[in-house]
């Protein structure tokens, strides 16, 4: 379907769960959604000095390709290192920064103290990692001193339920799985589970469990079940969770309409 996919650095689009998420709440408000791939290869971090000229060329290869006008307003979302880079693009345009920046949603990443013109900037991180909520504090209380809009989210955990790994697995298989790790002690008796998901302690039951009935790898930054467990145990991973209070706050709607910072 997108012939691009197969000349990627990895090979082909994952089309992992939260991404799709995403993608599908904002072309429901009729955005356009584009992705840009950075870093030097499989599975690498951005880097800000290189990726920031390529991400500026990357949309307006979009925008030529759409017919879109120059001036169309951009929201930029990224997380782990992209979400400090999204910080990069809210530069001030003569240090490199993106043009016609609307506003950026950096996840679970603080922006590391880069340069604000102005933008908009929520920031949606994991209070388990308590090494990040601190730098996100400090970025929030120095941008409001400069005066700009900003909001936060916490992610906090959720538990494992069949209805949550379906996505993934079909609800039959999931009911399965998700007595597996009650059985193993995995999970609590409310379903939270017990140990990091980046363990990967969770895998060799899980693989016993499905017994061929799924083509999910596993494999971590790959999986469709491995990104679910950890959005469920939430420290460290991308997530889709609150899209619609992202996409508000971008375009000031609801309770960001007139609100200078909120947390939810």
């Known amino acids: 379907r997108f012939e691009a996919c197969s000349s990627s650095n990895f090979g082909r689009c994952l089309g992992l769960p939260e991404e799709v998420r995403l993608r599908q709440a904002a072309r429901e408000r009729g955005y356009l959604v584009m992705a840009v791939s950075g870093g030097s290869g499989r599975q690498s971090c951005w880097r800000s000095r290189v990726d920031v000229h390529r991400a500026r060329e990357a949309v307006q290869h979009v925008k030529s390709a759409e017919a879109l006008p120059e001036d169309t307003p951009v929201l930029a979302i990224g997380a782990s290192s992209g979400g400090a880079f999204v910080g990069h693009l809210a530069a001030p345009l003569s240090a490199g920064g993106l043009p016609h920046l609307r506003c950026i949603v950096p996840q679970i990443m603080s922006t590391r103290h880069s340069e604000n013109r102005g933008v908009p900037t929520m920031f949606v991180h994991m209070p388990r990692d308590s090494r990040t909520a ?29 209805e949550l790994l379906a996505p993934c697995l079909g609800l039959d298989v999931a009911q399965d799985v998700v007595a597996t790790l009650h059985r193993h002690g995995l999970v609590n008796e409310q379903g939270f589970l017990e140990l990091d998901s980046r363990t990967r302690r969770w895998v060799r039951p899980v693989r016993q469990a499905l017994a061929g009935r799924s083509d999910d790898t596993l494999d971590p930054d790959e999986s469709c079940m491995s990104e679910i467990l950890n959005v469920a ?32």
């Open 233 to 264: 145990w939430a420290s460290h991973e991308f997530t889709s969770q609150h899209a619609g209070d992202m996409l508000d706050f971008c375009a000031e709607h609801g309770v960001y309409a007139q609100a200078t910072k909120a947390e939810l």
């Open 134 to 162: 601190q730098a996100v504090s400090a970025d929030i209380l120095r941008l409001e001193k400069e005066g700009i809009r900003t909001a936060e989210i916490k992610v906090q955990p959720s538990p494992v339920t069949p």
